[in-house]
């Protein structure tokens, strides 16, 4: 590699972690003491074959304060273990179980789920609506520090990204790129204001709505064929008229997406050739770019290279200012970032396979998406 090309990529790397502090200094926080919420909230609640986790979500859920009018919708969507059992024996009448029909054709399994557990609500233009994966749990002032964003911001839709629980050397080095990516290429505050679709960046785990944009933007019935259907309902709220994006979620909600490197590679597999790039040569590309930046400076610091140095620093200090942010693990993890990106080429190269012999499939459902281009996301 040529001296001016490996300052050039040193370059990047280091406007890259220049871009993600700002973003993190700007990332909107939650109040600590939020006001009570005035008007009604619902949540649906997905489930399939969630035995071991919907029963600590539901606490967590009804352990919310300052949300006076709560109904939680739960929507077994063809469960084969005892997901409806354990839901069954939740003694609340906040609770309420749903069962999803098989998803019509062109409609994937959770858009669908999401869907049905709407129009079971039936929320009103004056609520607001939220989508919880079953893995995630919320704090107890989760709900209303959220829907006070909503509400103070003037927006249709915010993500409260999740603090990520990673144990395990894959989980350690894998779950913290999705917050990195968009850290470090979306201007979040620019992003949060503008109706343009491409700017957009959304975490399924933890969406918060008006039900008022939801509707406009045509629901989940907007998104159905869609892996990647957190992003793909934000932008359809952009399309719609309405704002929105990531806020901080550290401090209202903690996720620990994929347990072990088999779930987390199968997870993987089903979306990653969508959410980085959007078509299999645009992710090509996008993963091209990435281990140019931050895996080439860091090969020529091995060799003495002051440059590379500087450009694996940098890659280091982004990494690390994020996961401080977010609420992640920041050392040791960070320094192996250039590891981490070249463990996401290889899910890269897993999932674009995948996707071109038709074999990706998620909870023994075959997957086929619409070619559109996404900003990564952390979505079960």
Not at 296 to 311: D, E, H, I, K, Q
Not at 320 to 341: C, E, I, K, N, Q
């Amino acid at each position: 590699m040529s001296g001016r090309a490996l300052r050039a990529l040193a370059g990047v790397s280091v406007l890259g972690a220049v871009h993600a502090a700002l973003n993190m200094a700007l990332l909107r926080r939650p109040p600590a003491e939020p006001p009570p919420v005035r008007r009604p909230v619902t949540v649906v609640l997905p489930v399939r074959n969630e035995e071991r986790h919907v029963a600590a979500c539901l606490a967590s859920l009804l352990d919310q304060r300052g949300v006076a009018d709560l109904r939680i919708v739960v929507v077994d969507d063809g469960s084969t273990d005892g997901t409806a059992k354990v839901v069954r024996e939740v003694p609340d009448p906040r609770v309420r179980l749903v069962t999803a029909d098989p998803p019509p054709p062109g409609w994937l399994g959770k858009p669908h789920a999401c869907a049905t557990g709407v129009a079971a609500a039936g929320p009103g233009d004056d609520g607001v609506l939220v989508f919880v994966d079953a893995d995630v749990r919320l704090f107890p002032d989760a709900l209303a520090a959220a829907v006070a964003v909503l509400d103070r911001q003037g927006l249709d839709l915010v993500s409260p990204w999740p603090r990520p629980l990673a144990e395990g050397l894959p989980e350690r080095l894998v779950q913290p790129l999705a917050p990195w990516l968009w850290a470090t290429t979306l201007p979040v505050r620019l992003a949060e204001r503008s109706r343009r679709p491409s700017l957009s960046a959304a975490n399924g785990q933890f969406l918060v709505l008006t039900a008022r944009g939801y509707a406009r933007a045509g629901g989940h019935a907007a998104v159905r064929g869609e892996v990647v259907e957190d992003v793909a309902l934000l932008r359809a709220v952009k399309r719609s008229g309405g704002l929105g994006g990531p806020i901080d979620g550290s401090r209202l909600a903690a996720c620990r997406m994929y347990e072990g490197w088999a779930e987390l590679r199968e997870g993987y597999a089903k979306s990653l050739w969508q959410a980085v790039g959007g078509s299999p040569a645009a992710s090509v590309a996008a993963a091209a770019a990435l281990t140019a930046v931050w895996v080439a400076p860091p090969a020529a610091a091995l060799r003495g290279s002051r440059v590379g140095l500087l450009g694996y620093a940098a890659g280091v200090a982004g990494r690390a200012v994020v996961a401080a942010r977010t609420g992640g693990r920041v050392w040791p993890d960070a320094l192996a970032h250039p590891v981490s990106v070249l463990l996401l080429d290889v899910l890269m190269a897993r999932s674009l396979r995948g996707r071109r012999r038709g074999t990706l499939t998620w909870r023994g459902r075959p997957l086929a998406a619409a070619p559109r281009a996404q900003w990564v996301t952390m979505d079960r």
